[in-house]
């Protein structure tokens, strides 16, 4: 499949930049083939600007400054998200990436009349999220985990209908051991190889 | 009339001559017609940086707002609000960027929390907020939001919320559908939104 992994973690040496090398080992064993927007590294502005603002119904079709990000985006079957969880959700680098790429004619079409939008990431046929959480799992589930709820619903409703979804979560990450991390690790690899 | 109330006005739109915008104006508006000491924060108006940088991330436990000089206004808006008012345009289920951002970086250690030592979750800090109203707008229909799950209420009204007062109140005033439609709804909820607030 060809996958395009969305990175977005500031330190080069942390646990999240792990997550990042066993993702890319694992897609590589499985054969896939893989674009990877290192957000931090690429220095993104995740501010819409007034100008996005303006010409947003068709901006998509002549972008000032992101075209090489919204053809990644219109030829990758999966999407891949590895990121760290920040207050229950993405970090703003990374959901400014989504406001700024997610345009009319790429991810979506609004038709006259039409009660709802158009999905049209229709090549997008897998959704894959890994992420890590200060908090235990049941209070994420408790205050409603607005990350997943992102991207598995409002994300996910822009790709193609049948588009799979998972996600990896690590909770408590500071209060695991490190088996636990390397065990997720290890999750984290065989997922990617084994990507259908 | 209520008890003045110090109340921070957040507004995270690009553009001066958007909806957004007016229903600030009107926040304000309202405010001042109760008598309420105001201070606002336009994010995009004062070019803030919502990216969380490595060197803060490094800091973001064992430092307070000292190592961060750059947002020192922010850091004493907020521990002076009693109440916070948020006000942005809905995208992708949630806050824009810039206001995401926002909370990644004021909302920091020793400022919003505190984690003390050997506890395994945050205590909050942000006892002066006993208040936080969001005032937002939806280009998609109340039933796709609810099908999308709301995330950025859920944020703001759960998660950042446990940082505040624990008899926190808080409201949301919403505007769906907006490409569908009329002046005079928008009016009348532009008028809604003052009279939440007078």
Known sequence: MRCLVVFSHPDPESFGRALLDETLAGLEQGGHEVDLLDLYAMGFDPRLSAHEHENYLDIAHDHPTLKTELELLQQAEALIFVYPTWWSGLPAILKGFIERTFLPDVAFRLENDAKFLKPNLTNVRRLIAVTTYGSPRWLMRGVGDSGRRTLLRTVRLNCNWRCRSTWLGLYRMDGINNDERELFLADVRATMAGLS | ?198
């Open chain 2, 1 to 198: 009339m209520s008890k003045p109330k110090k109340t921070l006005v957040v507004l995270a739109h690009p553009r001066s001559d958007s909806l957004i915008h007016a229903a600030f104006d009107r926040v304000l508006t309202g405010l001042k017609r109760a008598g309420h000491p105001v201070r606002t924060i336009d994010l995009y108006g004062e070019d803030f940086n919502p990216v969380l940088s490595l060197e803060e991330k490094t800091a973001h436990i064992d430092q307070g707002p000292e190592s961060r000089p750059d947002l020192a206004d922010h850091f004493d808006a907020l521990l002076w609000a009693e109440s916070l008012v948020l006000v942005y345009p809905t995208w992708f289920g949630g806050q824009p960027a810039i206001l995401k951002g926002w909370f990644d970086r004021v909302w920091m250690n020793d400022v919003a929390y505190t984690l003390p030592e050997g506890a395994d979750r945050l205590r909050g800090k942000l006892r002066n907020i006993r208040r936080i109203h969001i005032v937002t707008t939806h280009g998609s229909s109340r039933l796709i939001n609810a099908i999308q799950g709301n995330p950025g209420r859920l944020r703001v009204f759960r998660t950042l919320r446990v940082l505040c007062h624990p008899l926190t109140r808080t409201r949301f005033t919403a505007l769906y559908s907006l490409d569908k439609i009329d002046r005079d709804e928008i009016a009348l909820w532009l008028d809604e939104v003052e009279a939440e607030f007078a």
